[in-house]
């Protein structure tokens, strides 16, 4: 399992600095801020990229949406992570309810090695 550490504090920092200004100018203590932690069977990860690219450019198209990363591993190609900011709870549960997140997690549900994780952080005003 993966743990929290100063690593994913460094890499949300890091990814925040990177968001457009306007993004920037939303409420920080307002935004949903999710890191996902998912790790994929040695035999689909080619099929979990092709599903979970359609996924992340339908949900950049989200109303709501600030920022969608897909990110995998140099170091362990089975493990990924999606960052994901939306301007408020109210827009992340609304992803949570879109035909395209209903199927990309059906379809990548017998991919995973492990249930994936979802963590939830708060932006603050002080990451730069």
Known sequence: MFSASNNIVNFVKFV?????????????GKMSVTLVHIRVKPDK?????????????????????????FLQSKENPQFF???????????????????HYQEWKDKVASMMAEPRRGEQFQALGGIT
């Open 16 to 28: 925040y600095a990177g968001l457009p200004q306007k993004t920037r100018q939303v409420k920080c």
């Open 45 to 69: 990860i080619e099929e979990f990229i092709a599903a979970t690219l359609r996924n992340q450019t339908a949900s950049r198209r989200e109303e709501g949406n600030l920022r969608f990363d």
């Open 81 to 99: 992570l999606l960052y994901e900011v939306y301007r408020d709870d109210a827009a992340a549960k609304s992803h949570k309810e879109t035909a």
